[in-house]
């Protein structure tokens, strides 16, 4: 299945946004690291207030010994099928940032700018034949504790990247979602002038 064959935009749009998904069935295939860091390569040129550059990434090949740790941090059902994948990737993000009199100064925009780059990174992965998968669906003090991340930061998400796997080979609950998502239209989203809506 590529997702183009039941996604179709609206408006004229380069391929690669409809193509980048994110399925469950992994292949369980290792990447190597000149490609993780392409992908993290991707991430590094993602605007950002100030060009702050507030994301950070740690990450875990498959056959490493911090690959099960990593793995550990992902809620059960998430686990469930992301043990499969070549890369875990936990996304954090610096929140506060040192004023010039010392203070901590709360980093308004640390999740938008660290959105931008794991969707960055989402597509390079894509354009390269691989796939990602975001989840929120992890224990973030574990993370935190597992991952000896620092103050003033928080984990915002954790990111699977495989090659694709036929679907029959999940759970039957996961092969039945294993199907690339369809989108609101724009004019649910996009107003001209003024907010439209609830
Ligand atoms: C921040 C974020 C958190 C997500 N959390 C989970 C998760 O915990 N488990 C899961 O299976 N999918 C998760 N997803 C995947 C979304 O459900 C998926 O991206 C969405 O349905 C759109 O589908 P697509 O990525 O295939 O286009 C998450 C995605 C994002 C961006």
Do not use: C
């Not at 056959?63 to 941090?73: A, E, I, K, N, S």
């Not at 890369?87 to 993000?93: D, G, N, R, Y």
């Amino acid at each position: 299945m590529t997702a183009t064959d039941n996604r179709k935009a609206d408006h004229p749009i380069d391929a690669m946004f409809i193509e980048r998904w994110s399925p469950r069935a992994f292949t369980n295939e290792e990447i190597d690291e000149k490609t993780l860091l392409s992908f993290f390569e991707a991430a590094r040129w993602a605007p950002s207030a100030s060009n702050r550059q507030p994301w950070r990434f740690v990450y875990a090949r498959r056959g490493t010994d911090r690959f099960p740790v990593l793995l550990d941090t992902l809620d059960e059902g998430n686990q469930r099928w992301a043990k499969n994948a070549a890369a875990l990737l936990i996304v954090i993000s610096r929140t506060h940032n040192a004023a010039q009199n010392g203070e901590m100064r709360h980093a308004y925009t640390h999740a938008f700018d660290t959105g931008a780059a794991w969707y960055s990174l989402a597509l390079q992965a894509s354009l390269a034949g691989w796939h990602t998968h975001g989840m929120a669906g992890i224990d973030r003090d574990k993370a935190m504790h597992a991952l000896n991340v620092p103050e003033h930061y928080r984990v915002e998400a954790a990111v699977a990247i495989g090659r694709l796997a036929d679907s029959s080979t999940l759970p039957d609950d996961l092969r039945a979602r294993e199907i690339p998502s369809q989108r609101n239209p724009v004019g649910e989203f996009a107003f001209e002038g003024q907010f439209k809506g609830e």
